[in-house]
């Protein structure tokens, strides 16, 4: 049974996070009470949120995940910030030392948010900043996807590997088999090479005319 974390009221039910590692996206989907596709675009757009992700490139948000989840859900459902505008005020809590969990804390205590972001809801400047970050945040993706291949070319040659290891193996104690089967035969042969040979020794002996024995007389 997991251990449940307790959340206050974030503009509706309170929230029990079961106190565990990692929640798949349906289970992150469930607790913040938005579909799967939402988490999955405030994932593009909210560069802060980087679940972990399996070989199969399956998502696992982790505590502090779930926790943003939360506050993101809180600025554009309850304050109706714009993406831009909850990106830029995550980036600004963020500067002003605040964690999630601190930002968490005074959202469900009721406390406006300490720091304050003029116009909020604008555009976010300078966009040439913003596409360069973004341009680097895809790089980023394109490697870690690259070395998941690697890692899934690398485990397909290791399993090959392994095969041929055991083959190779069985074709050793095989021959080994083969080759004392070969001698025992060997041995079999000469012993009834022998055998033969001694019985037409005796058959020679038995059949053979017994000389008569001349007494030579003295005269």
Partial sequence: ????????RIGFVGVEIPDKTYFKIGEAAKLVEVEPYTIRYWEKEFKA??????????RLFRQKDVQLLFVIRHLLYEQ???????????????????????????IQAGRPLDVEVADANAPEEPAAVRA?????????DEVRAQLDAARARLEVVEAQLTKERAAAQAYRADRERLQA?????DGERAAARAADAARWRALVQAVAPRQPVRRV???
């Fill in 49 to 58: 949120l980087r679940p972990a992700k399996t070989k199969s490139r399956q």
């Fill in 1 to 8: 049974m997991w251990k449940l974390r307790t959340l206050a």
């Fill in 132 to 140: 360069l970050l973004d341009t680097r945040s895809d790089e980023l």
């Fill in 80 to 106: 109706r910030f714009t993406i831009d505008g909850a990106r830029r005020k995550l980036r600004d809590l963020a500067a002003a030392g605040l964690s999630t969990e601190d930002v968490l804390a005074a």
């Fill in 217 to 219: 007389h003295e005269e």
């Fill in 181 to 185: 089967s070969l001698a025992a035969v």
